[in-house]
């Protein structure tokens, strides 16, 4: 299992108006749509960026670009992990010029978010990137700071932060939990535990 007893934080009207906020926040950093896109990283990221996406829309009346972003070659720790799960990038659109908000579900540390820039960096020169959180739980180990946050969730390092989307898990919601002994701190599989 790797974690026990965990306790619900966010429910999903909680998710959900957290996403109705941050794209409000979204389009009135960014003054509109123009040369908007929003990048999702895999495997949840991409899940809230498909609805932040829908929001947007809901907001502006524009369908905003929408990418997916697999940075699992371009993490620093890749030699520790034997079989990476590999997923597609999908960004069938040129990067340059465009104000990119990249999503991701949970941030911890940062290394995900770098790894991330390190991807987007290689496929052009956008004008510009936006962080955007589900949750932010502290704990950076780089000088990485969320421009958009669902909800700010102080955790120990003992502790687990996971999103769960009713899309892949049947259920939505973001939940803490004690690691168990001998765990690591991870994302949710897919599909629950």
């Known amino acids: 299992m790797g974690t026990t007893n965990p306790k619900v934080i966010m429910d999903e009207t909680a998710v959900q108006r957290a996403l109705t906020r941050i794209a409000h926040e979204i389009v009135e950093r960014n003054e509109g749509t123009d040369d908007l896109a929003i990048v999702g990283i895999v495997t949840r990221g991409d899940l809230l960026a498909r609805h932040l996406v829908e929001r947007v829309r809901g907001v ?3 369908e905003v670009p929408l990418g997916s972003l697999d940075i699992s070659f371009y993490r620093d720790d890749f030699d520790t992990h034997f079989a990476p799960e590999v997923h597609a990038t999908n960004i069938p659109w040129d990067v ?3 104000r990119i908000v990249l999503v991701d579900d949970i941030l911890y540390t940062g290394r995900t978010i770098r790894a991330a820039l390190d991807a987007i960096m ?4 956008p004008k510009s990137i936006e962080l955007a959180v589900l949750v932010d739980r502290g704990h950076r180990e780089l000088p990485i700071s969320p421009d958009f946050v669902g909800k700010n969730v102080p955790s120990s390092k003992g502790e687990n932060v996971r999103l769960y989307m009713t899309e892949v898990d049947g259920r939505t919601s973001v ?3 004690e690691l168990a002994p001998g765990a690591r701190i991870g994302s949710a599989p897919l599909g629950g535990e």
């Not at 290689?122 to 020169?125: A, P, T």
Request: glycine share 24%.
């Open 96 to 98: 340059d010029g465009r």
């Open 122 to 125: 290689d496929m052009g020169r």
């Open 60 to 62: 502006e009346g524009v």
């Open 175 to 177: 939940e803490i939990s």
